[in-house]
């Protein structure tokens, strides 16, 4: 599945952004889809992942700010980020694994959007 990540910007620290993930077909059968992001000079990290089934976590560091949503329609996952701080700068990937009808399981990446947190 190609995906096509969109929303980011630059906000200042408090704001809000909510970033797309499209995907290039329907995502009803995708296991899982989740955000990464990857701060500058460090390793890319998880941010939050939803379930086929609506089940979502978080990591710690956005527990309560963030908020990962999928629309089955639309075929789009969402990113809602509230109270954004300097430290959630960086590049935003989202991500799709699912097992494919071979059954084996797959990852596939869509491209990277800059979020940068500044006043």
């Known amino acids: 599945v190609q995906l096509q990540a969109s929303g980011g910007g630059l906000v200042q620290p408090g704001g809000s952004l909510r970033l797309s993930c499209a995907a290039s077909?329907?995502?009803?059968?995708?296991?899982?889809m989740a955000w990464y992001r990857q701060a500058p000079g460090k390793e890319r990290e998880l941010a939050a992942i939803i379930s086929s089934g609506g089940s979502t976590d978080y990591d710690d560091s956005v527990k309560g700010r963030f908020t990962i949503s999928r629309d089955n329609p639309k075929r789009t996952v969402y990113l809602q980020m509230n109270s954004l701080k300097p430290e959630d700068t960086g590049v935003y990937y989202c991500?799709?694994?699912?097992?494919?009808?071979?059954?084996?399981?797959?990852?596939?990446w869509g491209q990277g959007t800059q979020v940068t947190v500044s006043s």
């Open positions: 077909r329907s995502i009803t059968s995708i296991n899982v």
């Open positions: 991500n799709a694994r699912y097992l494919t009808d071979g059954g084996t399981w797959r990852v596939d």
